[in-house]
C-alpha cells in the first residue's frame, strides 16, 4: 500500500510565487523521484534524488533528499501558468523494484 | 531522459469485448516494466509487475485472468483487459526502469479505457 505522505494535497498561487511540497514516509528510501502529470497524460520524470542531503536543480525546480532519507521536498520558484499539474513524488526503498508513490499534489496558477 | 510509448492512447469498446495495451521502451531495453490503474484525481495505483520472458507478478486484488500481462521481448509489454465491464473504464499507465538495475522509472503516455 502507499506509505508516502503528499502534502499539501493541492495549491492555489498566483502566477510569479514561489511553491513547495514535501513527502514523508516512516521507512527510509534509497532514491526519491519528483513526477509532473498532466491532464490525460502519464507522469513525466522532473528530478532524481539519490543521496541523503543531496540537492538537485532542474531549472525552476529544487528538491532534496532529506537527511534521514525518510523525507523530500520539492521547490518551484517564480512559478508560471505551464506549471499547472500534478506532483507525485516516488521513492524507491532497498532491493524493492516497483516505486512507492505519494498521494499527489494538484498545482493550479492564478495569473 | 528514456522514451516509453504505450499506445493507443484512448479506446472505447463494447462490454464484454478485451482490449490490448502495448507498452513499448523505445531507445532502452527493460527487463521489467510496471502497470499501473489511476482513477480521478488519485494517486497511481500498481496493477502488476511484467518480467521479460517470464510470469507477471500481480498485486494483491489484481485478478491475473482479468488483466493478462504479456513481455515477450526487452522493449515490449501488452497488458490485455479481458471481458471488459464498465468498472474497467479507467486511466492505465505502463513505465519501465533502464535495464536491470536503473532507478529511474519512465512513463508511458498513458491508455484511457472506456467500456460502453
Known amino acids: 500500500g502507499q506509505q508516502l505522505n503528499q502534502s499539501p494535497q493541492s495549491m492555489f498561487i498566483q502566477e510569479g510565487e514561489d511553491v513547495s511540497m514535501n513527502c514523508t514516509s516512516s521507512?527510509?528510501?534509497?532514491?526519491w523521484l519528483w513526477y509532473k502529470q498532466d491532464p490525460g497524460e502519464g507522469p513525466v520524470l522532473l528530478i532524481a534524488?539519490?543521496?541523503?542531503?543531496e540537492l538537485t536543480s532542474n531549472g525552476r525546480l529544487t528538491a532534496q533528499f532529506g537527511i534521514t532519507r525518510k523525507d523530500s521536498f520539492l521547490n518551484i520558484s517564480a512559478s508560471i501558468p505551464s506549471d499547472v499539474g500534478i506532483y507525485f513524488c516516488?521513492?524507491?526503498?532497498?532491493?524493492?523494484?516497483?516505486?512507492?508513490f505519494g498521494s499527489g499534489t494538484q498545482l493550479t496558477v492564478l495569473p | 531522459g528514456a522514451v516509453v510509448s504505450q499506445h493507443p492512447s484512448r479506446v472505447i469498446c463494447k462490454s464484454g469485448t478485451s482490449v490490448k495495451i502495448e507498452c513499448r521502451s523505445l531507445d532502452f531495453q527493460a527487463t521489467t516494466m510496471f502497470w499501473y490503474r489511476q482513477f480521478p484525481k488519485q494517486s497511481l495505483m500498481l496493477m502488476a509487475t511484467s518480467n521479460e520472458g517470464s510470469k507477471a507478478t500481480y498485486e494483491q486484488g489484481v485478478e491475473k485472468d482479468k488483466f493478462l500481462i504479456n513481455h515477450a521481448s526487452l522493449t515490449l509489454s501488452t497488458l490485455t483487459v479481458t471481458s471488459a465491464h464498465p468498472e474497467d473504464s479507467s486511466f492505465y499507465i505502463c513505465s519501465a526502469r533502464v535495464g536491470g538495475g536503473g532507478t529511474e522509472a519512465f512513463f508511458g503516455q498513458g491508455t484511457r479505457l472506456t467500456v460502453v
Open positions: 534524488l539519490y543521496k541523503a542531503g
Open positions: 516516488a521513492g524507491l526503498r532497498g532491493s524493492a523494484r516497483q516505486l512507492t
Open positions: 521507512s527510509i528510501f534509497n532514491t
